[in-house]
Each structure stands twice: as structure tokens, then as C-alpha cells.
T-cell receptor, first 113, second 115 residues
Framework: QQQVKQSPQSLIVQKGGISIINCAYENTAFDYFPWYQQFPGKGPALLIAIRPDVSEKKEGRFTISFNKSAKQFSLHIMDSQPGDSATYFCAASVTSGTYKYIFGTGTRLKVLA | NAGVMQNPRHLVRRRGQEARLRCSPMKGHSHVYWYRQLPEEGLKFMVYLQKENIIDESGMPKERFSAEFPKEGPSILRIQQVVRGDSAAYFC?????????????FGPGTRLTVT
């Protein structure tokens, strides 16, 4: 029940295309869902996060869509660029608990020039 | 405004030695989290600490691993008698405290190699 399932494992997108990464969870106590971007040899960097009281949040080219009833959330990267090539992780947390993150297994995105 | 700092960035230890990983949180942050990332895998929670207190160590292996966050100085993750399976990247994250915002900010990690 503590798992966060992420798909796809890898993704190849043409420059200018839309990258979509999906995550699903079982624990209905999760109430904070961040997305992180990680480049090789670096630490994860926070991209965008959402609480379950909203269905969508947009920051620049990055949008989180959240479906509370389906217990799913997704990251959309619009106008994908080669510089977006990285590994993306979704995570979930219970903010009334110890705030520890449960991470998905990651999606390796490659954007072709 | 310096971010989360971790050192060393790379650490090589022989089997049976001790590894000490250090983490200095962002300025003003009093909560520290340690995560482990095995090659080609996601990050796994290990332990959550506040100053002088371990709040949640549910992800920490029962033996050989310990963590502390003293009143002064960095947080330390200590691995005694390392084995090859301990080879991984260890990331520290910090947050301002309880309550919003809930973001955790990650350091660059320490890559531990056990030979």
C-alpha cells in the first residue's frame, strides 16, 4: 500500500512534442505529490508539486494532472526540449505524518533534437 | 543561499570498513531526510531527523546503519562494516520544518562504492 507505481520506464519524444509520465498509488492518506527531475550524477531537483484539492497545476511547460478518484497523477511536459532529457520521479507523502517521500521507480526521458 | 551540501561526493571503502556521510541542510532548515538510490532504481527513504532527534527510522536497516543530527554540525549517516550491497548513492534532503511548504530539497549525493 505504500507503493507508488510509475510508468513508462523509459520514453523517447521528438523535440517539441509532449512527454507524459504517469503515477498511481493505493494509500488514500497520501496528500502531497511532488515531481523531481534528476540528471546523471546529480541530486533530484523539485519540478512541481500538487495537493489533492486541485485537479491540475501548471508551471511553465510542466503540468501535473491529478485524478483523486482514480488515485492517479501525471506529469505533462509541453514543447519538450533536448535539455529536458533526464530521469523523472514522482513521489507521494502524508503531510500529517513524517513527510517522508515514497518515490516511484523513475522514467528515463530522452528528447530527440 | 547555499543549497543542501553533502560530503564526500564520492567514497570508496573496502568491505568491513566504516563509511561516514555528512549532510548540511539548507540555511534555516531543521529537518533532514536520508534516502538511498541503488543503480537504476528510485530513491528509498531511510531516516528522518530533526535536531538531536530521530523521528522516523522505518527505512533504515536494523544493523550496521545509524544516523544522527546533533545540535551543532551536520547530520551524519554512518554505515559500519560495509558490504558490497551498500554500494549506492545516498542523498540527503532538508525541509524548513513541520507544516507547509512540504518540499524537500536534495543535495548532490554521496556515491559510495564498496570494493
Amino acid at each position: 500500500q505504500q507503493q507508488v507505481k510509475q510508468s513508462p520506464q523509459s520514453l523517447i519524444v521528438q523535440k517539441g512534442g509532449i512527454s507524459i509520465i504517469n503515477c498511481a498509488y493505493e494509500n488514500t492518506a497520501f496528500d502531497y505529490f511532488p515531481w523531481y527531475q534528476q540528471f546523471p550524477g546529480k541530486g533530484p531537483a523539485l519540478l512541481i508539486a500538487i495537493r489533492p484539492d486541485v485537479s491540475e497545476k501548471k508551471e511553465g511547460r510542466f503540468t501535473i494532472s491529478f485524478n483523486k478518484s482514480a488515485k492517479q497523477f501525471s506529469l505533462h511536459i509541453m514543447d519538450s526540449q533536448p535539455g529536458d532529457s533526464a530521469t523523472y520521479f514522482c513521489a507521494a507523502s502524508v503531510t500529517s505524518g513524517t513527510y517522508k517521500y515514497i518515490f516511484g521507480t523513475g522514467t528515463r526521458l530522452k528528447v530527440l533534437a | 543561499n547555499a543549497g543542501v551540501m553533502q560530503n564526500p561526493r564520492h567514497l570508496v571503502r573496502r568491505r568491513g570498513q566504516e563509511a561516514r556521510l555528512r549532510c548540511s541542510p539548507m540555511k534555516g532548515h531543521s529537518h533532514v531526510y536520508w534516502y538511498r538510490q541503488l543503480p537504476e532504481e528510485g530513491l528509498k527513504f531511510m531516516v528522518y531527523l530533526q535536531k538531536e532527534n530521530i523521528i522516523d527510522e522505518s527505512g533504515m536497516p536494523k544493523e550496521r546503519f545509524s544516523a544522527e543530527f546533533p545540535k551543532e554540525g551536520p547530520s551524519i549517516l554512518r554505515i559500519q562494516q560495509v558490504v558490497r550491497g551498500d554500494s549506492a548513492a545516498y542523498f540527503c534532503a532538508s525541509s524548513p520544518g513541520a507544516g507547509p511548504p512540504y518540499e524537500q530539497y536534495f543535495g548532490p549525493g554521496t556515491r559510495l562504492t564498496v570494493t
